[in-house]
């Protein structure tokens, strides 16, 4: 028998107003359990049109997103989290695959072109992406300059391509092509055309979405004159563009987080037989991802954990390697990273003929010039504020990687979701943003299954290529059906929870004597029971039903027997836009 006190998440009512854990923690804040609900009576479409209406892009997180949602599941506490993006995205291939491509353009054309005013999004990269999706629905005219020739931004040219293909991509493109949004292509703002530019042609508004990619370099000696030295981003972007040129036989990626997983991937692919990875970390507090560093590992790739770069060992003007100290483990016991301690007279080279570096990224900010310079703050990002519109610069917003650094793509979508509500409101004088409403539902089913705790996580299939070089193939495969409903039998509704209005309540000890965990009670004004907040109210009789949080499992039978119908499922919903 399982302790059901593990996993309880609402032992106070302010916990209601938290909604489900996954909802909370997802960026975008999908509503997956009705999803679930809605996929469990077959009704594919109408839940695939609410995963599209809180994630315009399901297609991309089904596939790359790293599911903090699924970090946050309740199920998470009883064994292994629902696999949430897994059920993203059968559901998304699902609708795909069914002839059904047009609700891919979800209410599409509903408000295309009805508002006179233009908006400029600059950078067709996530955040851009999702700014001209809700734009275009609010019924602006939204153009998109990118400067690369294909859109897509760090969603199509920082994803390595055995990860998602170029299709995927040029869909979701395709769809915001069809809402009515143009992409401007090989069009750099600050190169080409300015920012003044762009308000002399009339645009109400201005959002900078042009991502982080600009990877930082390795200032150490010995750096500034090796020619060997390449940068992850601009090796990923390359590879995505077709360019699979091997650049040496031994790599030595610099950098601990799933972007360095991702080149040094890519390398075995172009042909590297010797991939290593070194940081500064040790293997237990690097920043990838424990399936990202696991993925590399399965594939050959080599770590040298606890490494601090000191110089580039060179001899007769070639790359020999990098030099490094070792960095004391303690580093990362108490106070994680804020003082490196190098061990003394510990140094070693480790030996590479080609160095990618992969220690972050910052934006190219080139279109603000000195004129818009206000909008920087000193760590070389945009403003956070700008996301609000906030300051002196009017008209001009910011999305995305760019105000905050390197970050997921779940969370550039909703940077851009968010940006736009922003813009709608400036364009329309209002100080109303239709950001999110929020709402307390009732229901009497939470769609929790019996077996369900007798569920095991299902795995998606995966595509391991016995001999990676060469080998660009997607490695996970989606769920069957029957695996998306099983994920979705799993799932606990944890957004549903009992309550009862005790003040109606008859005293007729249905609702106890049905409860299969014997988690209701009969309480008298002598118990003198208090609920969290308050002492419970009790009805005409003197008597009310009174439920212990931590041991209901949400099954619903009470709700069924109740005479007088005062208890319900109540569920907190954060409705995006
Ligand atoms: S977008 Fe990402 S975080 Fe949100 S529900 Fe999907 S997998 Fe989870
Ligand atoms: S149990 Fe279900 S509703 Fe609760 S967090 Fe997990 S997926 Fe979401």
Same mark, same amino acid.
């Given at each position: 028998m399982i302790d059901k006190t593990k996993y309880t998440t609402y032992l106070d009512d302010s916990d209601i107003q938290n909604g489900e854990r996954c909802q909370v923690a997802c960026p975008l804040h999908i509503d997956m359990p009705n999803i679930y609900d809605l996929m469990d009576k077959g009704k594919y479409k109408e839940a695939y049109i609410l995963l599209k209406s809180?994630?315009?892009?399901?297609?991309?997180?089904?596939?790359?997103?790293? &599911?903090?949602?699924?970090?946050?599941?309740?199920?998470?506490?009883?064994?292994?989290?629902? &696999?949430?993006?897994d059920v993203e995205y059968f559901l998304s291939e699902y609708i795909q695959s069914e002839s059904t491509a047009d609700l891919a353009t979800y209410k599409e054309g509903s408000l295309k072109g009805t508002r006179k005013e233009t908006v400029a999004v600059i950078g067709s990269g996530p955040a851009g992406m999702a700014a001209a999706w809700d734009l275009a629905h609010y019924g602006y005219k939204v153009t998109i300059y990118e400067k690369h020739?294909?859109?897509g931004g760090m969603a199509h040219l920082g994803i390595p391509v055995f990860k998602i293909l170029r299709k995927v991509i040029d869909h979701e493109i395709a769809v915001l092509l069809r809402l009515g949004v143009t992409i401007v292509n090989n069009v750099e703002i600050g190169r080409d055309v300015t920012l003044d530019d762009l308000k002399a042609q009339g645009v109400s508004a201005i959002c900078i979405a042009v991502g982080a990619d600009v990877g930082n370099k390795l200032k150490i000696?010995?750096?500034?004159?090796?020619?060997?030295i390449y940068e992850s981003t601009e090796i990923l972007r390359l590879v995505r563009m077709g360019d699979r040129k091997k650049l040496g036989d031994n790599i030595l990626v610099v950098g601990g987080g799933n972007t360095a997983m991702d080149i040094s991937r890519t390398c075995k692919r172009l042909g590297t037989k010797k991939v290593t990875v070194a940081c500064v970390e040790s293997k237990d507090s690097m920043p990838a991802f424990d399936y990202e560093f696991e993925s590399?590992?399965?594939?050959?790739?080599?770590?040298?954990?606890?490494?601090?770069?000191n110089s580039i060992e060179m001899k007769n003007k070639r790359l020999v390697g990098l030099k490094c100290s070792h960095v004391d483990p303690k580093s990362f016991e108490n106070n994680p990273g804020k003082d490196i301690i190098v061990m003394k007279g510990s140094d070693f080279t480790i030996p590479a003929d080609s160095i990618i570096?992969?220690?972050?990224?910052?934006p190219n900010l080139g279109m603000l010039g000195e004129k818009y310079s206000d909008a920087k703050n000193e760590r070389g990002l945009i403003k956070q504020e700008l996301e609000r519109g906030i300051g002196d610069l009017e008209g001009i917003f910011a999305a995305g990687d760019v105000i905050t650094g390197p970050r997921s793509i779940v969370s550039a979508f909703a940077s851009g979701r968010s940006v736009a509500s922003h813009i709608d409101s400036f364009i329309r004088k209002s100080t109303e943003v239709s950001e999110k409403r929020n709402s307390i539902l009732s229901s009497k089913k939470s769609g929790v299954k019996f077996n369900f705790e007798e569920l095991k996580r299902q795995k998606a299939q995966k595509k391991i290529p016995l001999n990676l070089e060469g080998n660009f193939e997607i490695i996970n495969q989606k769920f069957s059906a029957n695996q998306a409903k099983e994920e979705c039998d799993r799932c606990m509704r944890c957004n549903k929870n009992i309550q009862i209005d005790s003040k109606r309540c008859i005293n007729c000890n249905y609702c106890v004597n049905v409860c299969p965990v014997r988690c209701l009670t009969m309480v008298t004004e002598n118990n003198r029971v208090f609920t969290n907040k308050s002492e419970l109210e009790t009805g005409e009789l003197g008597t009310a039903a009174m439920i212990k949080d931590d041991l209901c499992i949400r099954c619903g039978l009470c709700i069924e027997v109740c005479p007088v119908e005062v208890i319900s499922f109540k569920s907190f919903n954060i409705n995006g836009n």
């Open positions: 809180a994630n315009p892009f399901p297609a991309i997180t089904g596939r790359v997103c790293f &599911a903090p949602c699924e970090h946050a599941c309740t199920r998470g506490l009883l064994d292994t989290p629902v &696999a949430i993006r020739p294909v859109s000696p010995g750096a500034d004159e090796c020619d060997k590399a590992q399965r594939e050959g790739v080599n770590f040298q954990f606890l490494a601090m770069p570096l992969s220690i972050s990224q910052k």
